[in-house]
């Protein structure tokens, strides 16, 4: 179960910069494409992210995680870049 949630934070991670960057880089110049990309990577960020916290709290108890590691946890799915700290330090 570990190595699916290494990866899911991974993935959710990744999901996250595709979707600032479709924002930030796409929108400007190209407001059409922009709107087509927008649903299949929120959605599949959106998944991801699910899938990141359900499998957070199904993780805490094997793992041992402090009332504080697990909020860090937690915290990282909010933060670009916040779940490849989770992966390398808690995984």
Do not use: R
Not at 5 to 11: E, M, R, S
Not at 48 to 55: D, E, K, Q, R
Not at 60 to 79: E, H
């Amino acid at each position: 179960m570990l190595k699916i949630f290494k990866i899911t934070a991974i993935l959710e991670g990744i999901s996250y910069l595709v979707l600032f960057s479709n924002m930030l880089f796409i929108k400007p110049n190209n407001f059409e494409l922009y709107h087509q990309l927008l649903y299949p990577i929120g959605m599949s960020h959106g998944i991801l992210f699910i899938a990141y916290i359900i499998l957070a709290f199904l993780l805490k108890t094997p793992q041992k995680w402090s009332v504080k590691d697990f909020g860090i946890i937690l915290l990282a799915s909010l933060i670009p870049f916040g779940t490849f700290y989770v992966e390398k330090k808690y995984c």
